[in-house]
């Protein structure tokens, strides 16, 4: 364990030197002893991580010294030892910022002891917690959890940025499994706010009833089951980030609250009275056009604006060209780490069967294909065989029989057709031919 530096200021000689006897009989403790105020000031760039003074000091008052030391440094923990047991006076100084106060009778040493235990153990963890959230910077920096290098994902890059310089509300778009908390995560944990509470709720995963409840916290009584105050999702993600994933599926009833807590910073449980301010970065994601939502009256426009800020769409994996590829690589020596083994290499026929792939799912079922194939392969390569695809919607398995050139032509003018409303002079400009074949092939049963 590091060395812990502990100032003693005592004009009290005997007395000094048996509180440094006494704390001297940890190894660790390094103890440096002081007769005034005036000498504990002039050596306070040494930089102690603990501070025991004497309250009745010749040169300075302790209410006046303690107040100096808090000007200066108001996170270093101070234990006052004084002769005086007046309740006011203990109770003045621990308002002022005084971490203990020890009376000089029989129990003082024993009491001092403890007490500077006890503000070791709690320094020590609160730098494990501010080191803990450097590393978990670290863990959402872009390199480490945004992987890819397409042109399609670059530009979400110069996007995020711009969100992490600022405080703007982020809304994301994407299709479902484009990584839309991923991203939230690597604008908070890059941000001023990072060492505050990252708190993320899927609108679509609580039912109606409870939302209100879940976000804005409720008092005791407030409906039955409500046996105690609870505090709601804005009041956890004080000074920090909240994340409404499905931000499309909040009822309309409750938008109307929403925006009120938007604009205003402040919150009121559900059964209070009471207005509460919050300070919170609003990162807000769904996967539908919100901007129809709003034209069909399924949405409110005054929330729209209110949370759109920063708009940040999210390619989908098909449009990511040799991404697909990277990530794959990347979710093989994942698997291969956690389940402690050799890292499998891709064949030439899996890669081309990822490429050709259209990937609904997007990146979340790439990490579900790749990490079945790591169980279905040989252990030491994997084949195309080994790769298993489900079509999102009827779970039919994209079987891994090889198809003609032809073929592939018709599934991707088929799926060109349904994208597009089969709309076929807009199919045809799209994928650079003739509308005549697109109509021939529908003719002759090639496309069904």
Same mark, same amino acid.
């Given at each position: 364990?590091?060395?812990?530096?502990?100032?003693?200021?005592?004009?009290?000689?005997?007395?000094?030197?048996?509180?440094?006897?006494?704390?001297?009989?940890?190894?660790?403790?390094?103890?440096?002893?002081?007769? =005034?105020?005036?000498?504990?000031?002039?050596?306070?760039?040494?930089?102690? *991580?603990?501070?025991?003074?004497?309250?009745?000091?010749?040169?300075?008052?302790?209410?006046?010294?303690?107040?100096?030391?808090?000007? &200066?440094? +108001?996170?270093?923990?101070?234990?006052?030892?004084?002769?005086?047991?007046?309740?006011?006076?203990?109770?003045?100084?621990?308002?002022?910022?005084?971490? !203990?106060?020890?009376?000089?009778? *029989?129990?003082?040493?024993?009491?001092?002891?403890?007490?500077?235990?006890?503000? &070791?153990?709690?320094?020590?963890?609160?730098?494990?917690?501010?080191?803990?959230?450097?590393?978990?910077?670290?863990?959402? /920096?872009?390199?480490?959890?945004?992987?890819?290098?397409?042109?399609?994902?670059?530009?979400?890059?110069?996007?995020?940025?711009?969100?992490?310089?600022?405080?703007?509300?982020?809304?994301?778009?994407?299709?479902?499994?484009?990584?839309?908390?991923?991203?939230? +995560?690597?604008?908070?944990?890059?941000?001023?706010?990072?060492?505050?509470?990252?708190?993320?709720?899927?609108?679509?995963?609580?039912?109606?009833?409870?939302?209100?409840?879940?976000?804005?916290?409720?008092?005791?009584?407030?409906?039955?089951?409500?046996?105690?105050?609870?505090?709601?999702?804005?009041?956890?993600?004080?000074?920090?980030?909240?994340?409404?994933?499905?931000?499309?599926?909040?009822?309309? =009833?409750?938008? =109307?609250?929403?925006?009120?807590?938007?604009?205003?910073?402040?919150?009121?449980?559900?059964?209070?009275?009471?207005?509460?301010?919050? *300070?919170?970065?609003?990162?807000?994601?769904?996967?539908?056009?919100?901007?129809?939502?709003?034209?069909?009256?399924?949405?409110?426009?005054?929330?729209?604006? &209110?949370?759109?800020?920063?708009?940040?769409?999210?390619?989908?994996?098909?449009?990511?060209?040799?991404?697909?590829?990277?990530?794959?690589?990347?979710?093989?020596?994942?698997?291969?780490?956690?389940?402690?083994?050799?890292?499998?290499?891709?064949?030439?026929?899996?890669?081309?069967?990822?490429?050709?792939?259209?990937?609904?799912?997007?990146?979340?079922?790439?990490?579900?294909?790749?990490?079945?194939?790591?169980?279905? /392969?040989?252990?030491?390569?994997?084949?195309?065989?080994?790769?298993?695809?489900?079509?999102?919607?009827?779970?039919?398995?994209?079987?891994? !029989?090889?198809?003609?050139?032809?073929?592939?032509?018709?599934?991707?003018?088929?799926?060109?057709?349904?994208?597009?409303?089969?709309?076929?002079?807009?199919?045809?400009?799209?994928?650079?031919?003739?509308?005549?074949?697109?109509?021939?092939?529908?003719?002759?049963?090639?496309?069904?």
């Amino acid at each position: 364990m590091a060395v812990f530096r502990i100032f003693i200021v005592e004009d009290d000689p005997w007395y000094g030197q048996v509180l440094m006897h006494h704390l001297g009989l940890n190894p660790d403790y390094d103890l440096e002893l002081f007769t =005034s105020g005036k000498d504990l000031v002039n050596n306070l760039y040494k930089a102690p *991580d603990l501070i025991c003074m004497d309250y009745g000091l010749p040169d300075i008052a302790g209410d006046k010294l303690l107040l100096e030391l808090k000007s &200066r440094n +108001k996170q270093i923990p101070v234990i006052v030892i004084s002769g005086q047991e007046e309740i006011n006076v203990a109770v003045d100084l621990l308002k002022a910022g005084a971490k !203990d106060y020890i009376i000089k009778d *029989d129990h003082a040493k024993e009491h001092l002891w403890k007490s500077v235990i006890n503000i &070791r153990e709690t320094l020590s963890l609160r730098q494990e917690v501010e080191e803990l959230k450097v590393q978990l910077g670290q863990k959402f /920096s872009f390199e480490n959890t945004i992987i890819g290098q397409s042109d399609a994902l670059q530009k979400t890059f110069s996007l995020l940025k711009k969100a992490i310089n600022n405080n703007i509300n982020v809304s994301i778009t994407g299709e479902t499994g484009t990584g839309k908390e991923v991203y939230a +995560k690597a604008i908070h944990f890059n941000s001023e706010r990072k060492k505050k509470p990252f708190v993320a709720v899927n609108m679509g995963a609580i039912p109606k009833e409870l939302v209100e409840s879940e976000l804005f916290g409720h008092e005791k009584g407030a409906f039955t089951g409500a046996v105690g105050a609870r505090m709601g999702k804005f009041e956890e993600a004080q000074g920090g980030t909240l994340f409404l994933d499905e931000i499309g599926e909040l009822d309309l =009833s409750l938008q =109307s609250k929403l925006l009120r807590v938007v604009q205003e910073r402040e919150i009121i449980r559900v059964g209070g009275n009471k207005a509460i301010k919050v *300070d919170i970065r609003l990162i807000t994601a769904t996967h539908k056009n919100l901007t129809e939502e709003v034209k069909q009256g399924k949405f409110r426009e005054d929330l729209f604006f &209110r949370i759109v800020g920063l708009p940040i769409e999210l390619p989908p994996l098909r449009d990511r060209g040799n991404d697909v590829i990277i990530l794959a690589k990347y979710f093989i020596e994942e698997f291969a780490k956690n389940n402690k083994t050799k890292a499998l290499t891709l064949q030439e026929s899996a890669k081309s069967r990822l490429q050709k792939y259209n990937w609904p799912g997007n990146v979340r079922e790439l990490k579900a294909v790749i990490d079945l194939a790591c169980v279905m /392969s040989d252990g030491k390569i994997i084949k195309a065989e080994d790769l298993t695809f489900y079509e999102i919607g009827d779970h039919r398995p994209y079987t891994s !029989d090889e198809k003609t050139l032809k073929e592939y032509e018709a599934e991707i003018i088929l799926n060109y057709l349904k994208k597009y409303n089969q709309n076929v002079v807009e199919v045809a400009n799209k994928l650079d031919i003739g509308k005549s074949k697109i109509y021939n092939m529908l003719k002759s049963g090639e496309i069904k």
